[in-house]
Every structure is written in structure tokens, then in C-alpha cells.
């Protein structure tokens, strides 16, 4: 098993910046692949970015794209997601997932963070 924690979230103004953090513990592994998710109050959980296994790949969401940038340290069993120039829309619950490579599905899932912003 896999534990995953979320943390870095909070209060900020639109144009302000987060760094989010997602610790694993447990059966720890550097070959897992890392997603980030969001859910906004209402609406379904969607796709924000992931990263590989080696941190030499990484793939965005289009309404992300430019503001926010994922990165790992292996060594700390720590993905991050930097965002910058945060707007209203990107107010959600956080969450990181981590998926064996091969394997579409996430089999592991935190239990998110609030980002909210104000306008």
C-alpha cells in the first residue's frame, strides 16, 4: 500500500502563487507515475497534470498550461505542483494520485487540499 498526503494549499488572491507538495509513504516506489487532480464545488474531478516515473516527462491540461509546472524528487518520495498566476476558476480540492507505469488507472489517491482564490 501507498499513502499519499497532500499539502501546500490555502487562501490566496488571483495572480498569487502555491507550491503543493504529495508525500507517499508506505510501499514507497520511485517508479510510480504522478497525477494531480482537481474538483471544483459542482463539478467533476478533472485532469491538471502528471509526471513519469523519471520527472523527464510531463503532460498538462490546457487551462493550466504555462501557469502551473510539475516536478519530483525521488529521493523525498515528493511530486510537486507549482502554480503561478492563479485565477478564480482554479479554486478546487486538490488531489494527488500515483499509478504503476503501464497501468492507466490510478491505484492510489490522497486526500486532497483546498486551493481557493479570490478574485
Known amino acids: 500500500q501507498v499513502q499519499l498526503v497532500e499539502s501546500g494549499g490555502g487562501l490566496v488572491q488571483a495572480g498569487d502563487s502555491l507550491r503543493l507538495s504529495c508525500a507517499a509513504s508506505?510501499?514507497?516506489?520511485?517508479?510510480?507515475?504522478v497525477g494531480w487532480f482537481r474538483q471544483a464545488p459542482g463539478k467533476e474531478r478533472e485532469f491538471v497534470a502528471r509526471?513519469?516515473?523519471?520527472?523527464?516527462?510531463?503532460y498538462y491540461a490546457d487551462s493550466v498550461k504555462g501557469r502551473f509546472t510539475i516536478s519530483r524528487d525521488n529521493a523525498k518520495f515528493t511530486v510537486y505542483l507549482q502554480m503561478n498566476s492563479l485565477k478564480f476558476e482554479d479554486t478546487a480540492v486538490y488531489y494527488c494520485?500515483?499509478?504503476?507505469?503501464?497501468?492507466?488507472?490510478?491505484?492510489?489517491w490522497g486526500q486532497g487540499t483546498q486551493v481557493t482564490v479570490s478574485s
Open positions: 494520485a500515483a499509478r504503476i507505469p503501464g497501468i492507466s488507472s490510478y491505484q492510489y
Open positions: 508506505g510501499r514507497t516506489s520511485s517508479t510510480y507515475n
Open positions: 509526471i513519469d516515473w523519471s520527472g523527464r516527462n510531463t
